[in-house]
Nanobody, 115 residues
Framework: QVQLVESGGGWVQPGGSLRLSCAAS????????MYWVRQAPGKGLEWVST????????DYRDSMKGRFTISRDNAKNTLYLQMNSLKSEDTAVYYC????????RGQGTQVIVSS
């Protein structure tokens, strides 16, 4: 069955960096556009970034542009999100998903940005 398993979250100070990973299985990962979404405490799901199946098309939420980098390794069925210059408002549970609404997302990985 379709499975998405996120990892790499943790606690980091403002200005720090984290690299999230998402291991995919149960579907043809290399043929699918993938997404990162997040949910901050007390808020709804929010789209973060999109990458097309080949990686040629990439897009970010405005507040992430210049700080976050999405990538994928189709040989390893893995999606990544490099997050730099983290801010307290980036604190959230981060999910990978197969659509921008977060359908079928995994269990998520918690990111806490705090001093």
């Amino acid at each position: 069955q379709v499975q998405l398993v996120e990892s790499g979250g943790g606690w980091v100070q403002p200005g720090g960096s984290l690299r999230l990973s998402c291991a995919a299985s149960g579907f043809a990962f290399s043929n699918v556009t993938m997404y990162w979404v997040r949910q901050a405490p007390g808020k709804g799901l929010e789209w973060v970034s999109t990458i097309s199946s080949t990686g040629r098309f990439i897009d970010y939420r405005d507040s992430m542009k210049g700080r976050f980098t999405i990538s994928r390794d189709n040989a390893k069925n893995t999606l990544y999100l490099q997050m730099n210059s983290l801010k307290s408002e980036d604190t959230a549970v981060y999910y990978c998903a197969r659509d921008a609404l977060g359908s079928g997302r995994g269990q998520g990985t918690q990111v806490i940005v705090s001093s």
